[in-house]
């Protein structure tokens, strides 16, 4: 359950003591191995786009808060928490923060960089370079992991932006086919999508995985 906390700064200071271990991975569900076999590096910033790529990030959040990890979540008004509970994410390490002013957006990341394990964001507007540059600085100084949701995935009207600094992995998803329907009856159950991931660390061609977001059971899975 979802409770209430007085600030921005008290809810970074609530979280801050369970974060931050001394791995130096977090931990991602099984059906991402392929993509990430050794976890998903602490320290850097990530950015996810294409459809289905809410649901990427959510499955970047579920293993991670299943085994200790705080996440918080700053802008994504379009975010379904029983969505993110169905792929495995623990709600109750789960911290959802409202669209803060174009001013404010770069300081309230800022606040929960370093005191949580993986923030995402969905900014709906342009940060400036100097600002990524620094919120990816401090993730290198703090551990923590940035990931960025394209607005090409958060729905209808709202307004463009991109990223302006340099992403460390960069996950993309396309061919998106659903799968239960038959002569335009029954019940949508499940999303075969392909999945690529490129950047630091990684081979030259990157990596490339065909997942099923969601699965059957709502869980990420291989056909």
């Known amino acids: 359950m979802l ?3 007085p ?3 008290e809810a970074a200071r609530r979280v ?3 974060t931050l271990a001394v791995d130096r991975t977090l931990p991602v569900l099984e059906a991402l191995d392929g993509l990430l076999p050794d976890g998903l590096r602490r320290g850097i910033t990530v950015g ?6 809410r649901s990427v990030a959510l499955a970047l959040m579920a293993r991670a808060t299943g085994t200790g990890s705080w ?3 700053v802008g994504d008004g379009d975010l379904g928490l029983a969505a993110a509970a169905e792929v495995g994410v623990a709600l ?3 911290v959802v923060v409202d669209a803060p002013d174009r001013e404010q957006w770069a300081p309230v990341v800022a606040t929960f960089v370093g005191a949580v394990d993986l923030v995402l964001v969905s900014p709906g507007h342009r940060p400036s370079m100097g600002d990524v540059r620094r919120l990816a600085a401090r993730c290198r100084e703090r551990g923590s992991v940035l990931v960025h949701l394209s607005p090409g995935s958060t729905g209808v009207g709202r307004l463009v932006d991109d990223w302006p600094g340099r992403l460390d992995l960069r996950f993309s998803v396309d061919g998106a086919v659903w799968d239960g329907l038959h002569g335009g009856q029954g019940r949508l159950r499940s999303r075969r999508v392909e999945v690529s991931v490129a950047g630091r660390g990684l081979p030259t061609e990157g990596r490339r995985d065909t997942l099923l977001l969601p699965g059957p059971s ?3 899975a291989h056909p």
Not at 48 to 53: E, F, I, M, N, W
């Open 71 to 73: 996440v918080v979540v």
């Open 218 to 220: 709502g869980v990420p």
């Open 3 to 5: 409770r209430a906390v």
């Open 7 to 9: 600030s921005l700064a």
């Open 48 to 53: 996810v786009s294409g459809s289905g790529a």
């Open 16 to 18: 801050r003591p369970t």
């Open 92 to 94: 109750e390490r789960l």
